[in-house]
């Protein structure tokens, strides 16, 4: 069964330092997410990507965030001068298949990277 | 905007009693409404949806959900809960105005004690 994949699972940085958190979407989707989890709660939208731009951002997606589909396949997110409030669990999504409404579908997420500002 | 309220953190049941997850929504066009499951250290796994038609709709392992118009709730719903079933539940909604985004709830731990 297709799956979205992420790299690193976990990731310590020192805080200041710029990270880039990679996903691989499921190959023929469409849209792509990024949300973080802080400590096990809420899952809070980060930013949603479509035909290689963004689609929509939340608040918390500030200058500090960037996110990029370098290839056919990679999906990343850059988070610049990294803070300690950024510690979270950071997840990748894709959903959409071509010929489908985005609506209808749901979206497949990813295992998860553990991103810890130390 | 769009919006989900889960308003119960934690649901404890028996095993074999049946469960229920509450969840409301808002939003300003139609909504489109999701389900997923979080077991301990684990991504997001889909359980179920409701996008129009029959308003019971059912999903992964035995789940199903009721959508309420006039309630403005998608309550998940399981006859004979399972020990295994022990996770953190959340329900989220797309809303047809503006279809790119997904919006979670806070999440409900759920907890079946033998």
């Known amino acids: 069964e297709p799956e979205v994949t992420q790299t690193p699972s976990h990731q310590v940085t020192q805080m200041g330092q710029e990270v880039i958190l990679r996903c691989v979407p499921i190959s023929n989707h469409l849209y792509f997410y990024w949300y973080r989890q802080i400590l096990g709660q809420k899952v809070e939208f980060l930013v949603s990507?479509?035909?290689?731009?963004?689609?929509?951002k939340s608040e918390i997606f500030d200058d500090q965030f960037s996110v990029e589909r370098p290839d056919g396949s990679n999906f990343t997110l850059k988070i610049r001068s990294t803070k300690l409030e950024d510690s979270a669990m950071y997840f990748c999504?894709?959903?959409?298949?071509?010929?489908?409404?985005?609506?209808?579908?749901?979206?497949?997420f990813g295992q998860g990277t553990r991103l810890t500002v130390v | 905007a769009q919006s989900v309220a889960q308003p119960e953190d934690q649901v404890k049941v028996a095993e074999g009693n049946p469960l229920t997850v509450k969840c409301t929504y808002s939003?300003?066009?139609?909504?489109?409404l999701f389900w997923y499951v979080q077991y301990p250290n684990r991504g997001l796994q889909f359980l179920l949806k409701y996008i129009t038609g029959d308003n019971l709709v059912k999903g992964s392992y035995g789940f199903e959900a009721e959508f309420n118009k006039s309630q403005t709730s998608f309550h998940l719903k399981k006859p004979s809960a399972l020990v295994s079933d022990s996770a953190l539940y959340f329900c989220?909604?797309?809303?047809?105005?503006?279809?790119?985004?997904?919006?979670f709830g806070s999440g409900t731990r759920l907890s079946i004690r033998p």
């Open positions: 990507f479509y035909n290689n731009e963004i689609s929509e």
């Open positions: 999504a894709s959903s959409g298949n071509p010929g489908r409404q985005i609506w209808n579908t749901e979206a497949f």
């Open positions: 939003v300003s066009g139609n909504p489109y």
């Open positions: 989220a909604v797309r809303d047809s105005s503006s279809a790119s985004k997904i919006i």
